[in-house]
């Protein structure tokens, strides 16, 4: 079974890096798109961006200038790092694996396994 | 991006009823859509993918359907451990959006 979990600090200080890992278990990296999704307090879900097994990146527009992910397959680990953080990026950040499931033509993606989620505070 | 939008943002409904939720997609998605469930506390968990597709071990009583703008996630038989916030999320082209949740409450 394959599970995620991530760590991090609970408390980033304004304008500082939010960095945060998702270590995988029961499951290799290789073949799927890993990726951070967070949830603001009491509102809906933001897709961060994801990354393949061979490094390829995927940003949202939003976020772009601020995140970047890495990979480290030894570890079986990805990784976040947000930069210039403010109280607006306060959020329970999720890692999840993104799975492709294609037929002959066409090919569907889909989160199947979440990490448990950790909070962010990003506070003085 | 594509904007996600769902309807209602809340419902009431008691055990055993039929609910359904519905979704909608700024432009058309094909049937690249997918559904989750969020109890509070908890990660989403894949219920619907590929518009009406069950995920493996999720019960039959869920359904999805519907394609290019216009989707729904029905419960049948609603049971007490259904009632939580559902999610629509479409995977047709990055950046991924998802929809801004139905929370289904006991009636």
């Known amino acids: 079974q394959v599970q995620l979990q991530e760590s991090g600090p609970g408390l980033v200080k304004p304008s500082e890096t939010l960095s945060l890992t998702c270590t995988v278990s029961?499951?290799?990296?290789?073949?799927?798109?890993w990726t951070w999704i967070r949830q603001s307090p009491g509102k809906g879900l933001e897709w961060i961006g994801y990354i393949h097994y061979s490094g390829s990146t995927s940003y949202n527009p939003s976020l772009n200038s601020r995140v970047t992910m890495s990979i480290d397959a030894s570890k079986n680990q990805f990784s976040l790092s947000l930069s210039s953080v403010t109280a607006a990026d306060t959020a329970v950040f999720y890692c999840a694996r993104r799975t492709q499931r294609c037929g002959r033509t066409i090919c569907y993606a889909y989160f199947d396994y979440w990490g448990q989620g950790t909070l962010v505070t990003v506070s003085s | 991006d594509i904007q996600m939008t769902q309807s209602p943002s809340s419902l009431s409904a008691s055990v055993g009823d039929r609910v359904t939720i519905s979704c909608r997609a700024s432009q058309t998605i094909s049937s690249y859509l997918n559904w989750y469930q969020q109890k509070p506390g908890k990660a989403p968990k894949l219920l619907i993918y590929a518009a009406s597709s069950l995920q493996s071990g999720v019960p039959s009583r869920f359904s999805g359907g519907g394609s290019e703008t216009d989707f729904s996630l029905t419960i049948n038989n609603l049971q007490p451990e259904d009632f939580a916030t559902y999610y629509c999320q479409q995977s047709y082209s990055t950046p991924q959006t998802f929809g801004g949740g139905t929370k289904v409450e006991i009636k």
């Open positions: 029961g499951g290799s990296l290789s073949s799927y798109y």
